[in-house]
């Protein structure tokens, strides 16, 4: 069964096998766009729903976070808020917050990932 809330109070970021394996051997969720680290709040585990509301131009392997958006690590790096835009053929829409530093991977529940291929939780370190 596909579930999609495009709105929660945690934050997800919806990521490719490259940088599931980044995040796996750095322990830290982080990215080298310039502008920061890309998360939402929207929580699916449809790769189709996370391309059109997060206007992606390949499906992701795997949902990793889950983080409060109260979380330390988040309320200290957010630099923006705002709505996906519309780009690649979708429509976008759902929310997104930029963060300008690493979000570590410490503690338990963000030891684990969701991989769309195989629908199953995994470990991530």
Same mark, same amino acid.
């Given at each position: 069964?596909?579930?999609?809330? +495009?709105?929660?109070?945690? +934050? ?7 940088? /599931? =394996? /980044?995040?796996?051997?750095?322990? *830290?969720?982080? #990215? ?21 509301? +997060?206007?992606? #131009?390949?499906? @992701? ?10 979380? @330390?690590?988040?309320?200290? =790096? ?7 835009? &519309?780009?690649?053929? =979708? &429509? ?9 530093? @690493?979000? &570590? ?10 991989? /769309?291929?195989?629908?199953? *939780?995994?470990?991530? *370190?």
């Amino acid at each position: 069964m596909h579930v999609t809330i +495009l709105e929660t109070l945690f +934050l997800y970021r919806y990521v490719s096998e490259d940088e /599931f =394996q /980044f995040i796996k051997d750095n322990g *830290i969720i982080y #990215s080298t766009n310039r502008v920061g680290t890309y998360f939402t709040s929207m929580f699916t585990n449809d790769a189709n729903d996370a391309i059109k509301y +997060l206007s992606l #131009s390949n499906a @992701p392997s795997y949902r990793v976070g889950g983080f409060p958006i109260n979380y @330390p690590w988040v309320t200290s =790096q957010l630099k923006q808020l705002g709505t996906v835009a &519309p780009n690649n053929g =979708q &429509p976008g829409g759902a929310k997104e917050y930029v963060l300008g530093g @690493p979000i &570590p991977i410490l503690e338990a529940p963000y030891l684990y990932a969701y991989e /769309f291929k195989s629908g199953k *939780i995994v470990r991530i *370190i």
